[in-house]
């Protein structure tokens, strides 16, 4: 059973920075995706930042030029660096890594983490 773990989430002040990191407990194959996902209290997960197989990447508009995800498929590693950050920042935190081999595909969650930010 392949576990996502993440560290690096705690307290931030406004315009501050903080990096998030996950790794996989184990090697994963055919990985195609690798993103970053936030929950606010009360709601569903969203997708904050995507990492493509070929390298390219996607960020939900609110922190696009503030956060950049970052990853290493063959270590099966990601990371999001989040500068500026606002107080509206603030949620639970949790990397995805997803998979295909052949017609099968999986989807790996990390425990999620939390990001405060305030002053």
Known sequence: QVQL?????GLARP???????????KSISGIYTMNWYRQYPGEERKLLARLNR???????????????ISGDPTKSTVSLQMNSLKPEDTAV????????????SQRFWGQGTQVTVAS
Request: aromatic share 10%.
């Open 93 to 104: 935190y949790y990397c995805n890594i997803n998979r295909k081999i052949l017609e099968t």
């Open 15 to 25: 315009g501050g920075s903080l990096r998030l990191s996950c790794a996989a407990s």
């Open 5 to 9: 773990v993440e560290s690096g989430g």
């Open 54 to 68: 070929g390298g390219s990447t996607e960020y939900e508009d609110s922190v696009k030029g503030r956060f950049t």
